[in-house]
Nanobody
């Protein structure tokens, strides 16, 4: 059974920073793409960032480009999201995702693996 366990997040003021981590267990994750999505109240879940199975290629939503950085741990079974210069519109529940196979892109579906969600709140 694959499990994705998220940590981090919380509250910050506009312009501040937060980080998220996601640890995967239950399978070899060296050939999984991993990513982050977010869902604000009353809105659909949106893509935030992703990295391919090697951690060599990264993709970002335009709204976070230049402010957020996605990275994978050396063991490849963890993924991190560093969020800088946070804005109130970044407030959402953030979800980690893992897609098996040598995938590189922004598409993660219902059949992939998802974390439990972590609240990020940005307000003054």
């Amino acid at each position: 059974q694959v499990q994705l366990v998220q940590s981090g997040g919380g509250s910050a003021q506009p312009g501040g920073s937060l980080s998220l981590s996601c640890a995967a267990s239950g399978r070899q994750f060296s050939d999984y793409a991993m990513g982050w999505f977010r869902q604000a109240p009353g809105k659909e879940r949106d893509f935030v960032a992703s990295t391919d199975w090697r951690g060599g290629r990264t993709f970002y939503a335009d709204s976070v480009k230049g402010r957020f950085t996605i990275s994978r741990g050396e063991a490849k079974n963890t993924v991190h999201l560093q969020m800088n210069n946070l804005k109130p519109e970044d407030t959402a529940i953030y979800y980690c995702a893992a897609r098996p196979g040598y995938y590189s892109g922004r598409e993660f579906g219902q059949d992939d693996f998802w974390g439990q969600g972590t609240q990020v709140t940005v307000s003054s």
